[in-house]
């Protein structure tokens, strides 16, 4: 197993991002390899401070970076030397397994689907976000923003693909998905959660429980919660604003601390045929190691396969 | 000048809806009258046990309430004896200068439309909320769940609305205006926010400070949040169920106090004939008693004269 990770992604790379890779390493059985993607002069010299063989990894030097701020698509077909664009190559051509990054995200999104493709049978391929639970555990909010606007079918699609993922990643059985909406009643909503209910009323594909609210984001009445891309995207940019006040306020609690990204890698694209994960920009070593991790746990448990098998 | 209050709604109604009406009589000048409007058995006790002289307020007899689960379109029409249908009448026919209600939203709401009507010129009215600012002060998010769909004009007017009541009624002197969105670049969004941009961005009739994201909801960016419905209501019930946890877990910040409903009343219905506040369901007396100051306020300012001015 080849688990491929760009270099030169997130604001902290390549160093965090190599550190993470040393980390995740001590974790790793010996047939699965980290492959990093890159300006390999880079690399040697953090892996020489830490004393650390680096016969340990597999490396794929590259000589061009996307930077933040470039325009994904522009990017990815101008810059085809770069680390994204060569990591979803290798992604294409199975010489890794899954690839990881914490760069442009609107340019992972693209590279996933211009190069290993959507999963035949999807619609949209979408992004999700890992969320902490009051009384503990972690939900899965989706879509964060690939698709800003959404037609029902896409989102019930979004339903079975978080269902997948709580399910086969997040140890989490027959888990109860929610739908986004301004009331719990059946017939409340906007135009595309009110014909999105009955789709998932009906279902047999994965557990509706309903309707949910805003204020429900944390508890535990649903595990996966599905919404238009710009309805999750604002959901998460808000919550993560409120875990920053918290922190900078200096107050102390378990469920804040949860929200720590840290912690659970980063977030999977889902809907293409190979395992993407993309890492937040500001990742450290320890959300990068997470995110290797998550990536393995995408590949070892044939997520891709088991879409792919839910969608034929 | 009367300003009309509901003493029937609300979970704690009609005991803290009275006291906070005794509480607001004392802020008032001799020529403001408060009209309590209800079922007036109730309120002597109560009044009896204060030892306050029941003279100091106007009363008009119902006896019929409409509950917090009623359909509110439904509820309006068959229950013309309830305390919202009298009070819009009463607020139709200019005997009341305002009216405000802790009780079903969604009757106040369509109670408005039918009685005062919508401003000339208004496609859509909106409902308004009260956000804190980490640095201090108050900002303005709307709609929040009057509208789950809107159009691009539909969400200018709200600009407008909003850019009016923040000056007017909050005292902040050219207010900025933001539009929610995805992404701060001019052409980030969904199809909605895309369409709506170059609207504002082209407007005079407010100072438009272009695209925020749900990470500026609490920061400076803007005095006035502009988004759809559906967007606000959820963000509102995710920042109040952030606000309900800090409070559970015993966290003391100040900021976080500034969530409190309490501290200013209730939430503006905004692009109708005459001022209307729809208080939260869990109004105490100094809730109720900042929504009677509030309604003053939208009175004494003439929002109402200065929103049609501005649409005509």
């Known amino acids: 197993m080849k688990i491929g990770l760009d270099i030169m ?15 995740a390493h001590k974790s790793l059985n010996p047939n699965e390899h980290i492959v990093l993607i890159g300006d390999t002069s880079q690399i040697y010299p953090i892996l020489n401070d830490l004393d650390f063989n680096p016969d340990h990894f597999e490396y794929i030097h590259t000589d061009e970076c996307i930077s ?13 030397n770069s680390s994204i664009a060569v990591g979803f190559n290798l992604l294409k051509e199975n010489k ?54 959404c037609k029902p079918d896409t989102l019930l699609q979004f339903g079975i693909l978080g269902s997948l993922y ?8 027959n ?28 279902t047999k594909l994965f557990n509706f429980i309903g309707n949910i609210e805003g204020r429900d ?14 309805t999750g995207n604002i959901m998460l940019k808000l919550a993560e604003s409120f875990y920053v006040l918290t ?21 999977p694209v889902l809907g293409v045929n190979a395992p993407v994960v ?29 879409i792919t098998s839910a969608f034929n």
């Open 9 to 23: 992604g997130g604001d902290h790379a390549p160093k965090a991002i190599v550190l993470g890779a040393v980390e």
């Open 68 to 80: 933040m701020g470039e325009h994904p698509t522009k990017a990815i077909l101008q810059k085809p």
């Open 96 to 149: 890794i397994q899954s690839f990881a990054s914490a760069g442009n995200s609107g340019a992972m999104l693209v590279g996933a689907v211009l190069s290993v493709k959507t999963i035949p049978g999807i619609i949209r391929p979408c992004l999700s976000s890992i969320v902490p639970k009051i009384k503990g555990g972690m939900g899965l909010l989706l879509d964060v923003g690939a698709n800003a606007d």
């Open 166 to 173: 709580a399910e086969n990643i997040m140890g989490i059985p």
């Open 175 to 202: 888990p109860k998905v929610g739908l986004m909406n301004i009331g719990e009643e059946d017939e409340k909503g906007n135009m595309l959660s009110m014909a999105t209910f009955p789709l998932m009323k009906e």
């Open 217 to 230: 984001m944390f508890n535990d009445k649903a595990d996966v919660i599905v919404c238009d891309g710009f």
């Open 247 to 267: 922190i900078k306020k200096g107050l102390k609690d378990e469920f804040f601390d949860r929200f720590n990204y840290e912690q659970y890698g980063g977030s």
């Open 278 to 306: 993309i890492g937040h920009g500001i990742s450290n070593p320890r959300a990068v190691k997470n995110m290797i991790l998550q990536s393995k746990e995408m590949i070892v448990s044939k997520l891709t396969e088991k």
